[in-house]
């Protein structure tokens, strides 16, 4: 039981380390959509902590195109919690 654990941590860490560079940085010409929100919305544990070292780093991209980035940012907030909680039990 503790091994499953440890396990999950481990993995956890390296999710974090894999996913840090890919949160939205600066301001750029491309218009971010749905997709793109998602993705910025399960990084968001990743890029809040990054944004605290970097002030590039964003933790919604500037540049979106409204209601469709935030509808998939927020579903994808709601996806990650999901996940952080079953790891709980």
């Known amino acids: 039981m503790k091994l499953k654990k440890i396990i999950k941590i481990v993995l ?13 940085t600066g301001v750029t010409e491309q218009e ?28 919604v991209a500037t540049a979106n195109n409204g209601i469709p980035y935030y509808s998939g940012w927020g579903v994808s907030i709601l996806i990650s919690l999901g996940f952080y909680w079953s790891l709980s039990t």
């Open 12 to 24: 956890i860490l390296f999710l974090f380390l894999s996913v840090t560079s890919c949160a939205p």
């Open 32 to 59: 971010y959509g749905f997709f793109s929100g998602m993705w910025h919305g399960l990084i968001l544990p990743f890029s809040s902590i990054g944004s605290l070292f970097n002030s590039d780093i964003g933790i």
